[in-house]
Protein backbone atom coordinates (compact mmCIF):
# COMPACT_ATOMS: atom_id res chain seq x y z
CA UNK A 1 0.00 0.00 0.00
CA UNK A 2 1.24 3.49 -0.63
CA UNK A 3 3.18 5.37 2.03
CA UNK A 4 1.01 8.00 2.79
CA UNK A 5 -1.99 5.98 2.79
CA UNK A 6 -0.64 5.10 6.52
CA UNK A 7 -1.76 8.43 7.61
CA UNK A 8 -5.19 8.30 6.04
CA UNK A 9 -5.28 4.76 7.81
CA UNK A 10 -7.83 5.65 10.45
CA UNK A 11 -10.20 6.97 8.13
CA UNK A 12 -10.07 3.83 5.61
CA UNK A 13 -9.87 1.06 8.58
CA UNK A 14 -14.25 0.50 9.13
CA UNK A 15 -14.34 0.01 5.57
CA UNK A 16 -11.43 -2.21 5.16
CA UNK A 17 -12.30 -4.07 8.25
CA UNK A 18 -15.89 -4.88 6.97
CA UNK A 19 -14.11 -5.82 3.47
CA UNK A 20 -12.25 -8.10 5.17
CA UNK A 21 -14.90 -9.58 6.82
CA UNK A 22 -17.13 -10.24 3.76
CA UNK A 23 -15.68 -13.43 2.92
CA UNK A 24 -17.11 -14.90 6.02
CA UNK A 25 -16.65 -15.35 10.01
CA UNK A 26 -13.17 -14.82 10.99
CA UNK A 27 -11.41 -15.31 14.53
CA UNK A 28 -8.97 -12.65 15.78
CA UNK A 29 -5.63 -13.82 14.10
CA UNK A 30 -7.85 -14.31 10.55
CA UNK A 31 -8.67 -10.94 10.94
CA UNK A 32 -5.42 -8.98 12.08
CA UNK A 33 -4.34 -11.19 8.74
CA UNK A 34 -6.57 -10.38 6.63
CA UNK A 35 -6.00 -6.42 7.34
CA UNK A 36 -2.36 -6.72 7.15
CA UNK A 37 -2.68 -8.21 3.79
CA UNK A 38 -4.72 -4.99 2.76
CA UNK A 39 -1.97 -2.81 4.17
CA UNK A 40 -2.89 -2.06 7.59
CA UNK A 41 -0.29 -3.64 8.92
CA UNK A 42 0.82 -0.70 11.38
CA UNK A 43 -1.94 -0.91 12.64
CA UNK A 44 -2.42 -1.46 16.62
CA UNK A 45 -4.65 -4.50 17.30
CA UNK A 46 -6.01 -1.99 20.18
CA UNK A 47 -7.21 0.12 17.76
CA UNK A 48 -8.46 -2.77 15.24
CA UNK A 49 -10.50 -3.84 17.89
CA UNK A 50 -12.06 -0.30 18.82
CA UNK A 51 -12.81 0.23 15.64
CA UNK A 52 -14.87 -3.41 15.71
CA UNK A 53 -16.47 -2.50 18.60
CA UNK A 54 -17.73 0.49 17.51
CA UNK A 55 -19.13 -0.82 14.45
CA UNK A 56 -20.75 -3.42 16.34
CA UNK A 57 -22.53 -1.07 18.33
CA UNK A 58 -23.30 0.42 14.52
CA UNK A 59 -24.82 -2.84 14.24
CA UNK A 60 -22.42 -3.50 11.10
CA UNK A 61 -20.89 -6.51 12.89
CA UNK A 62 -21.47 -9.29 15.54
CA UNK A 63 -19.14 -11.43 17.55
CA UNK A 64 -19.87 -14.44 19.30
CA UNK A 65 -18.22 -16.69 22.12
CA UNK A 66 -17.53 -20.41 21.00
CA UNK A 67 -16.85 -22.36 23.88
CA UNK A 68 -14.31 -25.21 22.96
CA UNK A 69 -14.60 -26.89 25.92
CA UNK A 70 -13.47 -26.76 29.67
CA UNK A 71 -13.01 -23.49 30.71
CA UNK A 72 -11.68 -23.02 26.82
CA UNK A 73 -13.20 -20.58 24.47
CA UNK A 74 -13.14 -17.95 21.31
CA UNK A 75 -14.62 -14.98 19.68
CA UNK A 76 -16.01 -15.73 15.82
CA UNK A 77 -16.26 -12.30 14.31
CA UNK A 78 -18.18 -11.55 10.93
CA UNK A 79 -20.79 -9.21 9.24
CA UNK A 80 -24.13 -8.44 10.15
CA UNK A 81 -26.63 -7.62 6.68
CA UNK A 82 -26.43 -4.04 7.62
CA UNK A 83 -22.83 -4.64 7.35
CA UNK A 84 -22.99 -6.64 3.83
CA UNK A 85 -25.09 -3.74 2.76
CA UNK A 86 -23.04 -0.76 3.78
CA UNK A 87 -19.64 -2.70 2.08
CA UNK A 88 -21.95 -2.98 -1.55
CA UNK A 89 -23.34 -0.04 -1.25
CA UNK A 90 -19.73 1.89 -0.53
CA UNK A 91 -18.48 -0.58 -3.42
CA UNK A 92 -20.89 1.18 -5.81
CA UNK A 93 -19.98 4.82 -4.71
CA UNK A 94 -16.71 4.40 -5.19
CA UNK A 95 -16.97 2.51 -8.44
CA UNK A 96 -19.28 5.98 -9.52
CA UNK A 97 -16.78 8.04 -8.26
CA UNK A 98 -14.05 6.48 -10.20
CA UNK A 99 -15.72 6.82 -13.52
CA UNK A 100 -16.50 10.33 -12.89
CA UNK A 101 -12.64 10.64 -12.22
CA UNK A 102 -11.70 8.81 -15.46
CA UNK A 103 -14.34 11.32 -17.43
CA UNK A 104 -12.32 14.45 -15.88
CA UNK A 105 -9.17 12.93 -16.75
CA UNK A 106 -10.33 12.25 -20.05
CA UNK A 107 -11.35 15.68 -20.76
CA UNK A 108 -8.47 17.18 -18.26
CA UNK A 109 -5.66 15.48 -21.01
CA UNK A 110 -7.72 15.98 -24.61
CA UNK A 111 -8.03 19.51 -23.44
CA UNK A 112 -4.77 20.17 -21.67
CA UNK A 113 -2.84 21.12 -25.45
CA UNK A 114 -5.59 23.66 -26.51
CA UNK A 115 -5.46 25.46 -23.00
CA UNK A 116 -1.89 25.49 -23.20
CA UNK A 117 -1.89 26.81 -26.70
CA UNK A 118 -4.04 29.44 -25.99
CA UNK A 119 -2.70 30.82 -23.08
CA UNK A 120 1.51 30.74 -24.58
CA UNK A 121 0.73 30.95 -27.75
Same mark, same amino acid.
Given at each position: ??? $?? +? ?5 ? @? ?9 ? &? $??? /? =????? /??? $???? &?????? #????? *???? #? ?8 ? #? =???? @? @??? /? ?8 ? +? ?5 ? #? ?10 ? *?? /? +?????? $?????? +???
Amino acid at each position: MRD $DF +AGDAQEW @LVPFLLLSMRG &G $DLR /R =HDLMG /RLA $DLGF &GVVRPG #EVYRT *FRRA #EAEGLVFSER #E =HLGY @L @LSR /RKYGLTEPGR +AYVEFLA #ESLRSYREEIEV *FL /R +AYAGNA $DRFLRG +AYG
